[in-house]
């Protein structure tokens, strides 16, 4: 048995069974990956894969139970790898982070800098993705760090804490009608107009969703993205009245709007770092964890995985 079968198994799982993907993945070819996975389950004694002639279509009861097993020992392998990394080049190496982009739009841009100046050594990853995206590089192990808002509390993979909460704003052009409205904003006022807002399980769509249907209210919205300084840009066109993180905005940068409260509208959002369960995190790591949420130290975040092992 060596890691090279290990790895075979858990890519072909992990690229949907198809060989040429994992062979793509492993700098390999594809004969090779077929021949590292049955050298291992003739060493095993059982099938691992459904096959259909020659391809593979799914795992069978055996492959089913061996597969966390396969993970758990490549993931040990890993951490045995970062554990010697950590004694003998505590300033070097690489560090991944997934967020989304908010978070990679406004919420991090100082923590990097800070983290560049203190670790230059460091080679820094950072991708961009849905919540469900995050969660999916923290879990096959493409990132170290993941940063979301939802999502990630629902995978029992992964340690999650809680960073810092945050609200919702509302934005329009210069001399809306919207503006002459006296008193709060309210929800029956925004069904009046178009709404631009985020898409579907990104930066707290759900708790503006959920606010309107509480309410009985059917907002109309015409438009959604992923990132707000998209939102805004419409927003400024006239297209409609937006909908967007108060971490996105700034009254000196964003000119070309103007920014209603909407705290008392929808529910507060909490973003979460999440971690997975059983990695090991170099030293440097936790200081940037420690840099985006000055609470969650290296003893806050050990004692997270202590209770989640």
């Known amino acids: 048995m060596n890691f ?10 992990r690229c949907g069974f198809n060989l040429t993907e994992v062979a793509a993945m492993l700098f390999t070819s594809q004969p090779g990956v077929s021949r590292q996975i049955r050298e291992l389950e003739d060493e095993l004694g059982v099938e691992i894969f459904v096959r259909a002639g020659k391809r593979l279509t799914g795992l069978t009861p055996p492959g089913v139970a061996l597969l966390p097993i396969v993970e758990r020992l490549l993931l040990d392998a890993e951490n045995l790898k970062r554990a010697g990394q950590d004694f003998t080049a505590q300033m070097e190496g690489q560090l991944t982070v997934a967020a989304t982009h908010s978070q990679a739009r406004y919420a991090l841009p100082q923590v990097v800098k800070e983290f560049r100046d203190k670790f230059p050594k460091v080679t820094l990853h950072l991708h961009q ?3 469900k995206q995050v969660a999916a590089m923290l879990l ?4 170290d760090i993941g940063v979301a808002t939802e999502a990630l509390g629902d995978y029992a993979q992964l340690v999650t804490l809680p960073c810092y909460r945050w609200t ?3 934005i329009v052009p210069p001399g809306h009608p919207l503006l002459e409205e006296a008193g709060p904003v309210t929800l029956q006022q925004l069904t009046r107009y178009p709404i631009i807002t985020y898409e579907v399980g990104y930066t707290g769509r759900s708790h503006i969703d959920d606010a309107f ?5 059917h907002p109309d919205v015409v438009l959604t993205a992923m990132d707000a300084d998209v939102v805004k840009t419409y927003v400024e066109l006239g297209m409609g009245v937006g909908i967007v ?3 996105a905005l700034d009254e000196e940068r964003d000119l070309g709007l103007r920014i209603l409260d909407a705290g008392h509208l929808f529910a507060v959002n909490v973003t979460r770092l999440g971690l997975r369960k059983g990695a090991w995190l170099r ?3 936790y200081n940037f964890v420690e840099l985006f949420a000055p ?10 995985f202590a209770e989640h092992a």
């Open 168 to 170: 919702h704003s509302v």
């Open 140 to 143: 096959s192990g493409e990132a």
């Open 245 to 247: 993180a108060s971490i």
């Open 283 to 285: 030293g440097y790591a």
């Open 295 to 304: 609470t969650l130290t290296r003893e806050v975040v050990t004692a997270a």
């Open 213 to 217: 249907h509480a309410e009985g209210l």
């Open 129 to 131: 993705g849905s919540p």
């Open 4 to 13: 090279q079968q290990l790895r075979s198994v858990r890519e072909a799982v």
